[in-house]
């Protein structure tokens, strides 16, 4: 089994910063697909964040554009998610998945969990105004 590890999420005032990071450990497969991910509070949708390919493609959803920021280390299979001035629409728990199928051509849309194979347990993101 592969195990996806979420972690740093916290709560921040308007205009903080968090760097979230995710690994993918357990069973060597070769994963293609990492990406971030945000639940809203009190909706079930998987709304795309930022995620990349093994090749180094950097896709970033629209609401993160310019503030959020991804580093992947495909060798260790990690995913760091760094975001900068925070907005309480921000807000929401924060997953990481992974999958061995190419990228999504974008991460500005909703996502079922069918589209990646592994997803983590998710850490949780509040932003006070």
């Known amino acids: 089994a592969v195990l996806m590890t979420e972690s740093g999420g916290g709560s921040v005032e308007s205009g903080g910063s968090l760097t979230l990071s995710c690994a993918a450990s357990g069973d060597t497969y070769p994963i293609d697909c990492m990406g971030w991910f945000r639940q809203p509070p009190g909706k079930g949708d998987y709304c795309g964040v930022a995620g990349n390919d093994s090749d180094g493609k950097i896709m970033y959803a629209s609401s993160g554009k310019g503030r959020f920021t991804i580093s992947q280390d495909t060798a260790k299979n990690t995913l760091d998610l760094r975001m900068n001035n925070l907005e309480p629409d921000d807000a929401g728990r924060y997953y990481c998945?992974?999958?061995?199928?190419?990228?999504?051509?974008?991460?500005?849309?909703?996502?079922?969990?069918?589209?990646?194979?592994?997803w983590g347990l998710g850490t949780q993101v509040t932003v006070s105004s």
């Open positions: 998945a992974a999958s061995v199928w190419a990228c999504p051509n974008e991460f500005d849309r909703p996502f079922a969990t069918k589209e990646f194979q592994w």
